[in-house]
Nanobody, 121 residues
Framework: QVQLVESGGGLVQAGGSLRLSCVAS????????MGWYRQAPGKQRELVAG???????NYADSVKGRFTISRDNAKNTVYLQMNSLKPEDTAVYYC???????????????WGQGTQVTVSS
């Protein structure tokens, strides 16, 4: 069984910073791409940032230059450093990863439970 657990969310003033972490655990054979998504009230879930196993990254236009995604493969962990936060960044942030477990010959998508980020003006 594979689990993703996020941490690091909270309340911050506009202009502030937060660092989100997501740890994958369980019967993991290999992790491919990892990413962060967010969903604000009344809106669809959107990709914030992604990172491949080869460390290539991509970002939503709205966060380019402010957010940085990184990963530590030895710890099965992905991070999202969020700087210059804006009220419109307020959302539940979800971690996602394509993981192959020891019991499988293919990769499946796994999601964390989400962590709330609230940016006050």
């Amino acid at each position: 069984q594979v689990q993703l657990v996020e941490s690091g969310g909270g309340l911050v003033q506009a202009g502030g910073s937060l660092r989100l972490s997501c740890v994958a655990s369980g019967s993991i054979f290999s992790i491919s791409a990892m990413g962060w998504y967010r969903q604000a009230p009344g809106k669809q879930r959107e990709l914030v940032a992604g990172i491949t196993s080869g460390i290539s990254t991509n970002y939503a236009d709205s966060v380019k230059g402010r957010f940085t995604i990184s990963r530590d493969n030895a710890k099965n962990t992905v991070y999202l450093q969020m700087n210059s936060l804006k009220p419109e960044d307020t959302a539940v942030y979800y971690c996602a990863a394509a993981i192959r477990s020891h019991r499988s010959s293919y990769y499946s998508d796994y999601w964390g439970q989400g962590t709330q980020v609230t940016v006050s003006s």
